[in-house]
């Protein structure tokens, strides 16, 4: 049987390979427009994720709709997942045995959406998706071919909140992100 959003979200809603899923209040599966030409991937859902099961709707939340509207963006034209979907304790950093139990999810999400582009948001996720010792605060920016697909990776909006000195050169990175759209999808602006 071919994939389908239903199916995942079935499957995905059942899962307990790692022990996050014995903690979770919520599955924080993703959101946004399951067509997207581009998707933004976080690490992991905090406290106001789990109480709402949605993606990015705390503080960094917040400031991640602000990052999106500054290059024509919002929720309804991107998606927006984590490598896992379950909040790790404290939100502590995903540990390996429980992002290699996600991240199957994530891949599915990946073929589903078929995103032209990739952001990733913050090291973990670019750790996952681009490279194991990516370094964010030397590479983030510059654009990989992964798996066919542009991708790049950013400052995370939480570190955005915690060290504001960041922002200038995400703002740079927002714009290149931005060029890459309209080079490689412009349909994405079309009805802006």
Known sequence: MADSWEKLKAECSGCARCPLGDTRRN??????????????????????????????????????????EMIDLDRSKVYIANIVKCRPPRNRDPQPDEKAACIQWLRRQIALVDPEIIVCLGRISAMELIRENFRITREHGLWYTVDGRATTAIYHPSALLRDVSKRPETFADLRAIRQQIRAICPEVYEHA
């Open 27 to 68: 599955l924080v599966f993703g959101t946004g427009n399951e067509h997207a030409h581009v998707m933004f991937i976080g690490e992991g859902p905090g406290e106001q994720e789990d109480l709402q099961g949605v993606p990015f709707v705390g503080p960094a939340g917040k400031l991640l709709d602000d990052m999106l």
